[in-house]
């Protein structure tokens, strides 16, 4: 699966952004979707997951209850609903897919990576 994500950029702390994570090239809903981040001086690290259907998520405990993963499988694309944005959530954020609905918080588990796109949160 190709993957192209967009929607980042700068807002305040307390906005809210949505980022867009469009797949090719393969049938996007026979796989799992993830995002990733990776903020300045540190690793990439998982923030949510769902299931190739839908039906399932995963959230990291720092993003949980703010931020909403969905996904779109007519239209081939994953989004992250990014709610009271805070300056620790500044990143490159990242779309990942992979086969299977499982261990979906382990980086090297995944087939395909986007590009990334930049969320920068001033206080």
């Known amino acids: 699966v190709q993957l192209q994500a967009s929607g980042g950029g700068l807002v305040q702390a307390g906005d809210s952004l949505r980022l867009s994570c469009a797949a090719s090239?393969?049938?996007?809903?026979?796989?799992?979707m993830a995002w990733f981040r990776q903020g300045p001086g540190k690793e990439r690290q998982f923030v949510a997951a769902?299931?190739?259907?839908?039906?399932?998520?995963d959230y990291s405990d720092s993003v949980k209850g703010r931020f909403t993963i969905s996904r779109d499988n007519a239209e081939n694309t994953l989004h992250l609903q990014m709610n009271s944005l805070k300056p620790e959530d500044t990143a490159v954020y990242y779309c990942?897919?992979?086969?299977?609905?499982?261990?979906?918080?382990?980086?090297?588990?995944?087939?395909?990576w986007g590009q990334g796109t930049q969320v920068t949160v001033s206080s």
């Open positions: 990942a897919s992979k086969r299977l609905y499982w261990n979906m918080m382990t980086e090297r588990q995944y087939d395909d």
């Open positions: 090239g393969r049938i996007f809903s026979g796989y799992a």
């Open positions: 769902i299931s190739s259907e839908g039906d399932v998520t």
